[in-house]
């Protein structure tokens, strides 16, 4: 905490917390060479329904370019599909297949079977802690801007 006096104390703790636990379940996940990229891809798609790849480039925070290679593998391992939108024709939207609707869900209770595991050491208030620290957290991950909070 004492290299970053100038923060709260509550977010350098959050911050740090958050980044470990996220490192640690990053180390569950299944080892068949999926990216993190890839299995962001397919969160976004299971997530938000259809979406053009400029769309989900700027959900990534990424160029449209540098999506390309993913989308392509995920294309490849019947992950993803490409098709017309129902409103503009010329729109292509790209869409979770069931296959990577189930890899994604795969992804999803590997690290959470282990987080699951390790929260069993913890007492009762202390996993409920953890539940609400969890909602705060999503609700937070969407805030585009500070000022959407208020």
Same mark, same amino acid.
């Given at each position: 905490?004492?290299?970053?006096?100038?923060?709260?104390?509550?977010?350098?703790?959050?911050?740090?917390?958050?980044?470990?636990?996220?490192?640690r379940?990053?180390?569950?996940?299944?080892?068949?060479?999926?990216?993190l990229?890839?299995?962001?891809?397919?969160?976004?798609?299971?997530?938000?329904?259809?979406?053009?790849?400029?769309?989900? $480039? /700027?959900?990534? %925070?990424?160029?449209?370019?540098?999506? +390309?290679?993913?989308l &392509?593998?995920?294309? @490849? #391992?019947?992950?993803?599909?490409r098709?017309?939108?129902?409103?503009?024709?010329?729109?292509?939207?790209?869409?979770?297949?069931?296959?990577? $609707? /189930?890899?994604? %869900?795969?992804?999803?209770r590997?690290? +959470?079977?282990?987080? &699951?595991?390790?929260? @069993? #050491?913890?007492?009762?208030?202390?996993?409920?802690?953890?539940?609400?620290?969890?909602t705060?957290?999503?609700?937070?991950?969407t805030?585009?801007?500070?000022e959407?909070?208020?």
């Open positions: 905490m004492e290299d970053f006096p100038e923060l709260p104390e509550a977010a350098v703790a959050a911050s740090i917390g958050a980044t470990n636990l996220a490192q379940m990053r180390a569950e996940r299944p080892r068949d060479g999926t990216t990229s890839m299995i962001s891809a397919l969160t976004h798609l299971d997530r938000e329904g259809p979406l053009t790849a400029g769309r989900l $480039a /700027a959900l990534q %925070r990424a160029k449209p370019q540098t999506l +390309t290679r993913t &392509a593998r995920l294309e @490849e #391992r019947g992950w993803i599909a098709g017309p939108s129902d409103t503009d024709r010329r729109q292509v939207l790209l869409h979770l297949t069931e296959q990577g $609707a /189930a890899r994604l %869900r795969e992804d999803v590997s690290r +959470t079977a282990w987080l &699951a595991q390790a929260m @069993e #050491r913890l007492s009762p208030t202390e996993r409920e802690v953890l539940r609400i620290a969890g705060l957290m999503a609700d937070l991950a805030w585009d801007d500070i959407d909070a208020r």
